[in-house]
């Protein structure tokens, strides 16, 4: 899946899944941003951590995916 980047599906974001994102830079996603990502444009990269008895399931992005929505806040 290396050619699911950011640059993929920040376009096709909403206004609110990007702010999300732009202020939690580096936080695992929540289900319901993970879900606008890849109804976005596919499932990114990233590393995924079940969940363990009462812990939700875990999601991070790459840390070049992070730096890339980074840039973005910092350009907008």
Not at 5 to 14: G, I, K, S, Y
């Amino acid at each position: 899946m290396s050619d699911i980047t950011p640059a993929t599906w920040w376009p096709n974001l909403d206004p609110e899944t990007r702010h999300w994102l732009q202020h939690h830079v580096g936080d695992a996603l929540t289900e319901e941003i993970l879900d606008a990502v890849v109804a976005a444009g596919g499932e990114p990269e990233g590393e995924f951590t079940p969940g363990k008895q009462d812990a939700p399931d875990r999601y991070d992005l790459t840390r070049s995916d992070w730096d890339w929505i980074a840039e973005q806040a910092h350009e907008h």
